[in-house]
């Protein structure tokens, strides 16, 4: 949207069905929508973790940005704050908070590749990979089925390699191009290795 308020008055439209939990300004202002408790529309049709229906057990925080800018940096510390309390309110891990891109790639491409997701690892508000953590995932003898295998261990869904190396690049290399690399296989192996679905799965 063009702007915070055309996507607030959308969001509140019964008819475009459409919701969330969170709407954040760029300007920092948080606009709480929609009860924790309860169910938003802000997701569609995905899966996480081998799991759909990602409206029902998740809460959404949209962003004021339209998709090709950097998110402003008072928008990036209310997100902080926000993401704070959902995973201390909810007892969940940083590996819990995900994209839209991730939960169905091929279909929706937000937060986009401006979005500074190893800030918020860094803060331990969610994860990042790290190659010097990978080990053998660097030997060369990696396939593309290994990669896949990964990134649905670590939670993506069950798509082919041609859908998913987008949807992680735009989230963890989002300016890389050209085929899948040993690169792609061994940042996906350490996030399989560390952050596997079954150590915290629900999503924020």
């Not at 709480?32 to 081998?50: C, K, N, P, T, Y």
């Not at 091929?106 to 953590?133: M, N, T």
Request: with cysteine.
């Amino acid at each position: 949207m063009a702007s915070c308020a055309e996507a607030l008055e959308r969001l509140c439209d019964p008819l475009a069905e459409v919701s969330a939990h969170y709407l954040i300004d760029s300007d920092g202002t948080v606009l709480s929508l929609v009860a924790e408790q309860d169910r938003a529309w802000h997701a569609g049709a995905g899966e996480w973790g081998g799991r759909g229906d990602v409206n029902s057990r998740s809460i959404g925080v949209e962003l004021a940005n339209r998709g090709d800018a950097p998110f402003a940096a008072p928008q990036m510390a209310a997100l902080e704050q926000v993401l704070q309390g959902v995973l201390e309110r909810w007892s969940l891990p940083p590996q819990a908070v995900i994209g839209h891109s991730d939960m169905a790639p091929g279909r929706k491409g937000d937060p986009g590749p401006r979005f500074d997701w190893r800030r918020l690892a860094l803060g331990g508000l969610s994860v990042w990979p790290d190659l010097a953590q990978s080990g053998d995932a660097q030997n060369g003898d990696a396939q593309p089925g290994d990669f896949r295998a990964d990134l649905m261990a670590f939670g993506y869904p069950d798509l082919p390699v041609e859908v998913l190396l987008p949807a992680f690049r735009l989230r963890f290399r989002p300016w890389a191009i050209g085929p899948l690399d040993e690169t792609d296989r061994a940042l996906a192996a350490d996030l399989a290795r560390r952050f596997p679905i079954d150590a915290g799965g629900a999503q924020a």
